[in-house]
């Protein structure tokens, strides 16, 4: 097939029109609790060691094949090693500027701040299971919200027994605290590496 018929843009720059991950609010800091933390730098090494140099050596074969245009793995290679290009920068930015907090660490355990878990019930009565995490570790499906989502901004600072407002297009909603916690152990950072 002629080079004419495919469509083979060296730049890919519709690749980086992917968001990576929630824009941090601008001034703000990127808060990750120490389970989130080694989770990126566990991705990032991961990365960095195994999957990288894997696709690199399947895109260096590849290319040893010959004709690059209809080269299904070389093409595939290449692809995939931008994706892991772009994560690892991603990966490199936001761990550079976190700001890691250990939830155990948290001298009053009354209130709700980052990295508390906070049961809630709303207005019908459904009680919900909410962590308080870093914007790069919310898992919303797991219970773990983003300290800068309109629930978590609503319960912060509260303590069991308040009700709070949370503001939705439905409109406001009433949500009342009955649990709050924190992990009892401290964890160690210094073993990351």
Known sequence: M??????EDNDDQDDDLVPEAVALPAGTKNYLTVYGYKALRAEFKHLVKT???????????????????????????????REIDRRIRFLTK???????????LQPTKDRVFFGATVVYADQD?????????????????????????PVARALLKAQEGDVVTLRTPGGLQELDILEVSYPDEVTDLSHDD
Not at 94 to 104: G, K, Q, S
Not at 125 to 140: H, K, L, R
């Open 2 to 7: 002629s080079k004419a018929f495919v469509k």
């Open 51 to 81: 999957e990288r140099p894997e696709v690199v050596q399947v895109v260096s074969w590849a290319a040893s094949n010959g004709d690059r245009s209809e080269n299904g793995d070389y093409i595939y290679g290449k692809k995939r090693l």
């Open 94 to 104: 936001r761990l550079e500027i976190a700001e890691v907090v250990d939830p155990a």
């Open 125 to 149: 009565g459904t009680e919900f299971t909410v962590t308080i995490v870093g914007v790069d570790e919310a898992e919303p499906l797991e219970g773990k919200i983003s300290w800068i989502s």
